[in-house]
Each structure stands twice: as structure tokens, then as C-alpha cells.
């Protein structure tokens, strides 16, 4: 079960760091893109480890634990980019940045896990095939920016992208065991606050966002 989420998210980090990598024109810039490959690499580390630790399951009482870590996320990767005109630089490229979405093919999986009564239909369905949809038309949008219209479908396309990510983690969360849970479902959405599946929200979404 590891591979699905573990197999993304480090390859996600390098693509990344390649893509800030390949960018670099200067000493600030490369540094720049060394530091920040070494940070995502440690921000994925560190997530493993208290996902393996169970910090992520579903609390009794309080904010889960996965939205405040999404949202903590969020907030630092747009400071980051806000403070950085180096950073900003190195991430220009769109069409690099619309095939990093290539990822999202492992939205197969969730529907896999749907079959072997891993994860509820009610999430797996929606996030899993939106995800699919998005990953699989990546590099066709990609490929095609500079043509006529190509504009507008990658407006679309990373509108469509952004709404299949919120509804994904706001299923999510809405089905997880918690003062929060809105909907009772079988099997529970408890194994998406698991590792390897955490992953998913807690690392490769506010990349996807940002």
C-alpha cells in the first residue's frame, strides 16, 4: 500500500527541485533552488515520521490535525514565494509548472482502494477521477499554452484542478472519525488520516495549490 502516495511525493520533490534547478541563472538562484529542494525533501521526511507516529488520526476534540497542517502549509509556501523574488524566478516556467500535475494519475489508485473496501465510495469516486482527469490532460495542455485558445484552457485546467483538490480534502474531511464527521459511511475515512495516504493532504495538495 506504501507506494501510491510514498512513490508520488518523492518524485514530486525531485521534479521540482529539477525544474528550479534547470532555471537557476545565477548563484542566488541555484542557491535558492538547492535550499528549497532540501526543504521540501525535509518537509516530506518530517511529515512521514508523525503520520507514522499517528499524529495525524482523527482527534477527539479540536481541529483535525490534517486541516491545521494544510492550512500551516499553505500559508508558509505563500509567504515563501511572497518574500522571494528569487523563488518566484525559478517557478515562471508554466508549462513545467502544469506537468508537475502529472502526479495526479494516482488518483487511480483511490479507486482501486474503493474496490478493496479500503476507502468510501462517496471520496473515492469524485477525488479519484478528478484526479485522474487532471493528470491525464497535463502534459496535452502543457504541450499546447502557446497555441491559439491555450491560454484559457490552462486557466481552466487549473481552475478545474484547484476544485478537484477542494473537494477532495473537504470529503475528506467530512468523512474522517471526528467532531467533524458530517457523513457515516462505510468503511470510515479513517485510512486517509493513515500513512501513506496522508500524504496526499499533508504534502502533495498545498503543492498542487500553490
Not at 518530517?46 to 502549509?73: C, H, I, K, N, R
Not at 479507486?111 to 471520496?123: D, S
Amino acid at each position: 500500500m506504501t507506494p501510491p502516495a510514498v512513490v508520488p511525493a518523492v518524485l514530486v520533490v525531485i521534479a521540482l527541485f529539477l525544474v528550479m534547478w534547470r532555471e537557476g541563472t545565477t548563484p542566488r538562484t541555484i542557491t535558492v533552488a538547492i535550499t528549497s529542494g532540501l526543504v521540501l525533501a525535509a518537509w516530506l521526511v518530517g511529515t512521514s515520521m508523525a503520520a507514522l507516529s499517528g499524529f495525524y488520526f482523527p482527534p477527539v476534540s479540536g481541529p483535525p490535525p490534517v486541516g491545521v497542517q494544510l492550512a500551516v502549509a499553505l500559508a508558509a509556501l505563500a509567504l515563501c514565494l511572497a518574500a522571494s523574488p528569487s523563488l518566484r524566478s525559478l517557478l515562471t516556467d508554466q508549462k513545467n509548472l502544469i506537468r508537475l500535475n502529472v502526479w495526479r494519475l494516482v488518483g487511480a489508485v483511490f479507486v482501486a482502494l474503493m474496490f478493496t473496501g479500503e476507502v468510501p465510495a462517496l471520496w473515492a469516486l469524485p477525488a479519484g477521477l478528478g484526479d485522474v482527469a487532471i493528470g491525464a490532460t497535463a502534459f496535452w495542455v502543457a504541450g499546447r499554452l502557446d497555441e491559439p485558445g491555450g491560454a484559457r484552457r490552462a486557466v481552466a485546467f487549473n481552475l478545474l484542478g484547484l476544485l478537484d483538490l477542494v473537494v477532495a480534502v473537504g470529503l475528506g474531511m467530512t468523512i474522517s472519525p471526528g467532531p467533524r464527521q458530517l457523513f457515516q459511511v462505510t468503511p470510515s475515512g479513517e485510512v486517509l488520516t493513515h500513512f501513506p495516504l496522508v500524504l496526499v493532504p499533508t504534502f502533495l495538495v498545498p503543492l498542487a495549490v500553490m
